[in-house]
C-alpha cells in the first residue's frame, strides 16, 4: 500500500524581504521617531520647533548686513535682518582689544606658534618637537609684552643652568636628591639674584633683539581670553597634581595646608577673588609694590583651578586599587618613583574628563574679567555698545562672541572623548 | 660559639634629617611649617604697614552707621536709612532667593532633558544634546547678559498695554504683563477665613505623607500596590478645594493693572532678578542633565534585564530599580551643581541685582573704604554656606553608602 504524498518540498524556500515598513527610511523612521504615541507626539513637537526658530533665525543670519556705517544705516535699510557690520567694524577690537594696530602680527604668530606647540602635547606621533612646547612660554611672552629679547631667555638660561648644576651633583658628588635640590636652588637662586642682570645687560648690548614694549591694559579681547585661560590651564595641572597628591598625603601638617587651601579657594566664587586680586592685594605686598594686572588676574585664576584640579585628581587618586600603592611599595619603588610610574599614569587617565571639564570651566570663566573692568570680549561688547553708532546692538555680538567660546570648548571635550577612547586598555 | 648581636646602633648624624626615612618626612613637615609661617606673617605685617600708611584701622562698626542709599528688591524691610548690616543681610537674603529659585528650576529642566537626552527618539535625543552642549560650552556670564537684553529690548514698554488697541496683550486671561520694566502676575489676597484654608492644605499634606507610608508598608506586607500617586493628589487637593468653595472663596487674586506708565499691584519680579535666575538655571541645568544621564547609565544593564524577567513592567524599573540606584550617584553632583549655581549669583552685577556682593561687596564697599573687612564678610558669608552644602553630602555619602560586607 502506498501512501500518496500529495507534494513534498525538496528546495528550501528563499527567505522573503522584510516588510517595507521594517526596513530602510520607514524603518527607521518607525522605530527612531513614531515608535509609540507618545514618541510620535514628541517628534512632532521637536520637529515644530527646530522649524519656527531656523524659521526666525536663517532669514535673519542669511540677509544680515556686512557693510553699514552705523546700526541706524542697517535699520533703514531693512529692520528684520541681522547687522553685521558692527563685526566688519569692530572684528579687529574684538580679537586684540586695545592692542596697537600695527602690532597686529604679534598676538597673531603667538596663537599659530600657540596651535604648533599644543601638537606634540596631544598627538603623541609628534612628541619629538616638544622642546617647542617647552620654549614656548617665553616666546609668547617676549612676543605678546615686547621689550628685549634677553631678559625673557635669561629665565630659560638660569633655569637651565640650574637643572644641568643638580644633574651634575647627582651624578658626580651627591647620592642625595634633596639636598642636591636645595643646593641647586641656592645656585639658581644666585644666578638670578646676582648674575642675570649684568648678563642681560651686557647682552643688550652685544646683540640688541628687542620689540615695542605693550603695556597690560592694552591686551584685551581674545588674545586676553587665550592669555588668562591658556596660562592657567598650563599653571593649574602641575599645581593641582601636587595639591591633590598634599592631600592625599600622610604627613599632617601638608595635609592641613592643602585641605586648608583647596577648600577655602572652592568655598568662595572666583568673583570674590577677582576682587582680593584688583583691591585687596596691595594690602597684602609691601607697600609700594604694584605689579600687572592682568598677572594678577592669571595668578588668581589659576589658583582657582588648581583647587578644582587638585579635588578632580584627588577622585583619581581615590578610584585606584589600594593594591597598586602596595605593589608598588613592596617593588621597593620611593615615593616620587611608585607615583611617576605607576599611581599618577591611571590616575590621570581616569580622571581625564574632569579635568577637561575643569579647562573648559577656567576657560568660560575668563570673561569674569570683564567685571574688574578688564577688556575681555563680553567687557567689549558693552564698550562697543557705549558707541553712538553701535547703540543697541546685542545679538549679532553675543552670537559672534558665543560662538567663538563654543568653537574652543566643545573642542576641547570632543578632544577629551577622543582622548579617552584612545586611552581605553580594557575591553 | 657566637651569639646573635643587634646590628651594632647607628649614632644620629645631622645629615640622618634629610636622608632617613624615619626623620625625613617630620623635617619636610617642619621645613614646610616654617615656610608657611613666615609667608604668613609676612603678609599680616605688610597689611599692618599698609593700613598705617593710609591711616586706616580693622574694625567692623560701619556694619551699624547708616547705609544712605536704596535697595530696589528687598525680602525684609529696609530704607535708605537702615544700616550697611541690614543692607548686607538684603543681600544675603536676595542670593538665597536667586539661588534656592533657580535650584528648583535647574533641577526640574535637567531631570526633563537628562531623561529625554535618553529617549530613543532619535530628534528629541539630538535636540537634547545641542541644547546641553549650547548651554554647557558658552560662559554663564553671557547667557545672563543675554537673557537680561531679551528681556529688558525685546519686550514691550508698559505704555504699550494702553488705549483701545494696544500694541501688547498681557498673557494667560489678562493676568500676567511681560513688560520691559518687569514681569507682573497676580498676587493671592487673603481674606478672612484664608487662613483655616492654608491648615487645611498643611494637613492634607501630611495626611498624603501617612498616606504614602501606609501604601509603602502595604505593598511590602501584602505585594498589592494601591495607585499611590492619584490617590496622594487628591488627598491634597480636593479637601481644600471643597473647603475653598464651602467658606464662600476666601482666597482671590489681585491682578495687576496699568496705572499711568507703569503697572500696580500683583506680584512684581524685576528683570533683573528674572534674567540671572533663568539664565543661572538654563546654565545649571545642562550640567544637572549630564549628572541625571550618567546616573542612569551607571546602573548596569543587568538590573533592568533581571528586573524584567521578574515580570515588572517599564514605569516600575524605573521607579523601583533604576531611580533608587541611579540617585546614590546623581546625589551627591547634583548638590555641588547647586552650590556652583548660588556661587555663580555674584554674577548678580553684570544685570544690576543687588545680591550680597552688590550691597556688602559693592557700594557698602565703596561708600566706607572698608575694603578688607567687606570682603572678608563676603567670603565668610559663601564659606559658610559652601561649607554646609559640602558636610552634607559628606552626610548623604555615609549614610547611603552601598554597605559592602
Not at chain 1, 504524498?5 to 522605530?31: C, D, N, Y
Not at chain 1, 588674545?223 to 599645581?239: D, K, R
Not at chain 1, 587618586?317 to 600603592?325: E, M
Not at chain 2, 488627598?235 to 507703569?262: C, D, H, R
Request: hydrophobic share 55%; proline share 5%; charged share 10%.
Amino acid at each position: 500500500m502506498m501512501t500518496k504524498i500529495a507534494f513534498v518540498r525538496k528546495k528550501e524556500i528563499p527567505p522573503s524581504a522584510p516588510p517595507i515598513t521594517e526596513v530602510g527610511l520607514i524603518g527607521w523612521l518607525r522605530q527612531n521617531l513614531f515608535s509609540s504615541w507618545l514618541n510620535s507626539i514628541l517628534t512632532v513637537l521637536s520637529v515644530y520647533f527646530i522649524v519656527i526658530m531656523l524659521w526666525d533665525f536663517i532669514p535673519w543670519a542669511y540677509g544680515g548686513h556686512w557693510n553699514t556705517k552705523s546700526l541706524r544705516e542697517c535699520l533703514d535699510l531693512d529692520p528684520d535682518v541681522a547687522c553685521f557690520s558692527v563685526l566688519t567694524a569692530r572684528w579687529k577690537q574684538l580679537l586684540f582689544g586695545l592692542y596697537p594696530a600695527e602690532e597686529y602680527w604679534r598676538p597673531t604668530l603667538t596663537f599659530i606658534f600657540l596651535l604648533l606647540a599644543i601638537v606634540p602635547i596631544l598627538f603623541p606621533k609628534f612628541f619629538r618637537f616638544f622642546w617647542f612646547s617647552i620654549i614656548y612660554p617665553g616666546l609668547a611672552v617676549w612676543l605678546l609684552w615686547g621689550g628685549s629679547f634677553w631678559s625673557i631667555s635669561i629665565v630659560y638660561i638660569g633655569l637651565t643652568l640650574g637643572a644641568l648644576f643638580f644633574l651634575t651633583l647627582i651624578r658626580r658628588y651627591l647620592k642625595n636628591y634633596m639636598i642636591a635640590a636645595i643646593l641647586a636652588f641656592l645656585f639658581t637662586a644666585v644666578f638670578f639674584l646676582f648674575i642675570s642682570s649684568p648678563l642681560v645687560g651686557l647682552l643688550n648690548v652685544i646683540l640688541p633683539i628687542s620689540l615695542p614694549f605693550v603695556e597690560s591694559l592694552k591686551m584685551g579681547g581674545f588674545t586676553l581670553s587665550l592669555i588668562v585661560g591658556v596660562t592657567g590651564i598650563v599653571a593649574s595641572f602641575p599645581i593641582g597634581i601636587l595639591l591633590a597628591l598634599g592631600r592625599q598625603s600622610n604627613l599632617p601638617v601638608i595635609k592641613m595646608i592643602c585641605v586648608g587651601f583647596i577648600e577655602f579657594i572652592r568655598g568662595v566664587p572666583l568673583i570674590t577673588l577677582l576682587f582680593v586680586a584688583s583691591v585687596l592685594l596691595n594690602y597684602f605686598l609691601p607697600p609700594g609694590t604694584n605689579f600687572d594686572i592682568v598677572l594678577r588676574v592669571v595668578i588668581m585664576v589659576t589658583l582657582f583651578s588648581a583647587a578644582y584640579m587638585a579635588e578632580v585628581i584627588r577622585g583619581g587618586l581615590a578610584g585606584l586599587p589600594l593594591g597598586q600603592h602596595e605593589a608598588s611599595a613592596s617593588l621597593g619603588l620611593t615615593y616620587w618613583q611608585s607615583q611617576r610610574l605607576i599611581i599618577m599614569p591611571q590616575a590621570l587617565k581616569i580622571s581625564i574628563p574632569g579635568i577637561v571639564n575643569t579647562f573648559i570651566g577656567l576657560f568660560k570663566d575668563t570673561t569674569l574679567v570683564s567685571i574688574i573692568s578688564l577688556r575681555d570680549p563680553v567687557g567689549l561688547a558693552s564698550t562697543i555698545r557705549a558707541d553712538q553708532k553701535w547703540n543697541g546692538i546685542y545679538w549679532e555680538l553675543y552670537v559672534a562672541i558665543g560662538l567663538m567660546f563654543f568653537i574652543f570648548c566643545w573642542g576641547m571635550s570632543q578632544y577629551s572623548q577622543y582622548l579617552e577612547r584612545k586611552l581605553k586598555t580594557d575591553k | 660559639m657566637s651569639s646573635p648581636t643587634l646590628p651594632p646602633s647607628e649614632s644620629f648624624k645631622f645629615s640622618m634629617l634629610l636622608s632617613d626615612t624615619r626623620y625625613r618626612g617630620m623635617s619636610l613637615q617642619v621645613i614646610t611649617f616654617i615656610i608657611f609661617m613666615a609667608v604668613f606673617f609676612w603678609l599680616v605685617d605688610n597689611t599692618i604697614k599698609n593700613l598705617a600708611l593710609l591711616d586706616k584701622d580693622v574694625s567692623f562698626n560701619f556694619l551699624w552707621l547708616r547705609a544712605g542709599y536704596d535697595i530696589n528688591q528687598r525680602l525684609i524691610p529696609y530704607t535708605s536709612d537702615s544700616t550697611h548690616g541690614m543692607a548686607a543681610l538684603v543681600g544675603i537674603l536676595n542670593t538665597l532667593l536667586v539661588a534656592f529659585v533657580g535650584c528648583i528650576i535647574a533641577t526640574v529642566l535637567g531631570l526633563f532633558v537628562g531623561i529625554l537626552r535618553l529617549s530613543k527618539n532619535w530628534i528629541v535625543a539630538k535636540l537634547m544634546s545641542a541644547y546641553i552642549e549650547g548651554f554647557r560650552n558658552v560662559p554663564v556670564l553671557l547667557w545672563i547678559v543675554m537673557v537680561f537684553a531679551l528681556l529688558t529690548e525685546f519686550t514691550p514698554a508698559p505704555r504699550a498695554f494702553k488705549g483701545a488697541e494696544p500694541e501688547a496683550t498681557m498673557l494667560f486671561f489678562e493676568s500676567i504683563a511681560i513688560t520691559n520694566r518687569g514681569t507682573y502676575f497676580p498676587a493671592p489676597v487673603l481674606a478672612e477665613g484664608a487662613y483655616w484654608l492654608l491648615l487645611c492644605f498643611g494637613l492634607s499634606i501630611v495626611a498624603s505623607i501617612y498616606f504614602i507610608r501606609y501604601a509603602n508598608k502595604q505593598k511590602i506586607d501584602t505585594g498589592k500596590s494601591l495607585p499611590t500617586f492619584w490617590i496622594s493628589v487628591a488627598v491634597i487637593i480636593l479637601p481644600t478645594l471643597i473647603l475653598f468653595f464651602a467658606m464662600g472663596q476666601p482666597v482671590s487674586l489681585e491682578y495687576p493693572y496699568l496705572k499711568g506708565f507703569n503697572f500696580k499691584d500683583g506680584i512684581h519680579l524685576r528683570n533683573s532678578f528674572l534674567a540671572l535666575t533663568l539664565a543661572l538655571a538654563f546654565y545649571t541645568s545642562a550640567f544637572i542633565a549630564e549628572i541625571v544621564r550618567a546616573g542612569i547609565m551607571a546602573v548596569s544593564k543587568g538590573q533592568s534585564e533581571a528586573a524584567a524577567s521578574l515580570g515588572l513592567r517599564p514605569n516600575k524599573i524605573m521607579s523601583l530599580i533604576i531611580l533608587p540606584q541611579a540617585l546614590r550617584i546623581i546625589v551627591p553632583p547634583l548638590i555641588s551643581n547647586y552650590l556652583n549655581l548660588t556661587k555663580n549669583s555674584s554674577l548678580a552685577i553684570a544685570v544690576g541685582y543687588m545680591d550680597v556682593r552688590g550691597t556688602l561687596g559693592g557700594i557698602t564697599l565703596n561708600q566706607t573704604g572698608r575694603e578688607l573687612e567687606s570682603m572678608l564678610l563676603l567670603m565668610g558669608f559663601y564659606l559658610a554656606v559652601s561649607l554646609l552644602i559640602s558636610s552634607f553630602i559628606n552626610y548623604f555619602n555615609r549614610s547611603f553608602q552601598i554597605v559592602v560586607r
